[in-house]
């Protein structure tokens, strides 16, 4: 399975994953034109890892802004790992976070809710 590597754009986030050590990493802004057309590409790689990996899944999310369509984006791949632990795997998400960020943390609690698996919101370093 190859790895995503994208790096981070005006309006998009840089994207990296490690099939190996079966993490993925979205970190930066997301507010572009298309988030489906940015986010497709990472759903596929997570459902195909999840498919063919028998490990622990790790999301990190250092976002300090996201618009809507970003959203909708972001719950289609917190959707995909919430099926797959309840399914029995071990998944996790930490989304980090500045501090002064008000908007970003209560975005995260809001997703936090939704999902039972674990789900971490920590102040970056």
């Keep these: 399975m190859q790895d995503l590597h994208v790096a981070a754009g005006e309006s ?20 572009p034109e298309n988030a489906f057309e940015l986010y497709r590409p990472v759903i596929r790689w997570i459902d195909d890892w999840l498919s063919s990996a028998p490990g622990a899944f790790r999301l990190r999310l250092d976002l300090l802004y996201l618009n809507t369509s970003s959203v909708r984006a972001m719950m289609d791949i917190l959707d995909l790992l919430e099926r797959a632990h309840l399914g029995g795997r071990d998944v996790a998400v930490e989304w980090r976070y500045e501090p002064e960020n008000e908007q970003v943390v209560e975005l995260a609690e809001e997703f936090r809710e939704d999902y039972t698996m674990r789900f971490a919101i920590v102040p970056a370093d």
Excluded at 12 to 31: F, K, M, N
């Design 12 to 31: 998009t986030p840089s994207i990296d994953s490690d099939g190996q050590a079966g993490w993925l990493s979205i970190r930066g802004e997301s507010y």
